[in-house]
């Protein structure tokens, strides 16, 4: 039973993230054919919300990335996001920088992307629909919380690139995105590219992460809060007659929870309990429960309430962040 029950979840969810096919080069999605950008007119624009050297931009990269950022904020627009109350944010595309990497820089309103070296010659971080959204929700979050985004602890960085992931995976469900490439799995960040930064779909567990080097730095100690997420986002598709209102309900429960934890520096645990009572869906609560007590996030109280012990709590509290990247 768990077997089938695993191939029907990757089947339903296959089926909503390959609705719509995706032309691909090797470096990536193939723009503006007549005018289009995925299948969306490009008169449909988020100029509005981009500013950019537009002489210096290749005039497909424009297109990709104007519809990019405006993709990934419509994600979060029914939830309270207000696209008329941002202010544009200015990117850099062609960042000649150390390798497969991009940042968002709170200093100056900026998405920055690399360019990087390959066998094949220079590629593109700008050219990934999954970098693009992963640094927008960064954007976006900051608009809402600079206190999480600019946070020195461990954990609250991790979940800024939890936040940033979720995104990333929510733009392909919302629109009905596959991966154009064959070799990388549909829901690591980046296959769009033919690159892995990290795997959505994975086991880990606070205790097993802890085992690995580098565990507290931010983009690793993100993984077990993004895999708990989505095992929740994988059984609730599951288990619903109605995918959509799933998926707007984990867009839904991830702004909220993370826009509205009272913490400036919230652990893992804070934006765990505020997403299961952010879900409008009880079952959606009940996997979401299950996975972070799963994950070793949150632990089942003496009163039956679900919250942190001494050592989720405190994960990786000794130590400091000192930088963001992709
Ligand atoms: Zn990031």
């Known amino acids: 039973m768990k077997k089938a029950g695993k191939y029907f979840t990757g089947l339903i969810l296959l089926l909503f993230l390959a609705g719509m ?16 950008y995925q299948g969306v007119e490009a008169s449909r624009s988020s100029r509005r919300l981009v500013k950019m050297d537009r002489d210096a931009v290749d005039k497909d990269d424009q297109v990709h990335l104007d519809f990019s950022v405006r993709l990934a904020a419509e994600v979060y627009t029914t939830y309270g996001l207000s696209l008329r109350k941002l202010e544009p944010v200015t990117i850099y595309p062609y960042l ?7 940042h968002f820089d709170p200093n100056d309103n900026s998405l920055n992307f690399h360019v990087y070296p390959t066998r094949k010659g220079l590629r593109y971080t700008c050219h990934s629909l999954d970098i693009v959204t992963h640094e927008t929700g960064h954007w976006l979050l900051h608009s809402k919380r600079p206190d999480i985004t600019t946070s020195k602890r461990p954990q609250t960085g991790a979940l800024n690139e939890s936040f940033g992931d979720l995104t990333s995976i929510f733009v392909r469900a919302c629109n009905k995105i596959a991966s154009p490439s064959k070799d990388s799995p ?11 930064i990290r795997d959505a779909r994975n086991t880990l567990t606070i205790g097993l992460l802890l085992r690995e080097q ?15 997420m989505f095992t929740a986002f994988e059984e609730s598709l599951n288990s619903s007659n109605v995918p959509t209102r799933t998926l707007n309900d984990f867009a839904r429960l991830t702004w909220l929870s993370f826009t509205n934890v009272e913490s400036d520096s919230p652990s893992l645990p804070d934006v765990a309990v505020l997403a299961i009572n952010q879900s409008d ?25 679900l919250a942190c012990n001494a050592f989720s709590c405190s994960v990786c509290d000794d130590i400091i962040v000192e930088k963001e990247t992709t």
């Open 186 to 196: 549909a829901l690591c960040l980046a296959s769009d590219i033919g690159e892995c």
């Open 21 to 36: 096919s995706a032309s691909a080069t090797d470096e990536g999605f193939v723009y503006s054919q007549e005018g289009k």
């Open 281 to 305: 869906l009880k079952a959606t609560r009940g996997y979401l429960a299950k996975s972070f007590l799963q994950r070793g996030i949150l632990f089942v109280t003496p009163t039956k309430s």
């Open 214 to 228: 580098n565990a507290c730095e931010v983009h690793s100690l993100s993984r077990v809060f993004t895999g708990a």
């Open 96 to 102: 000649e920088a150390d390798g497969l990497n991009a």
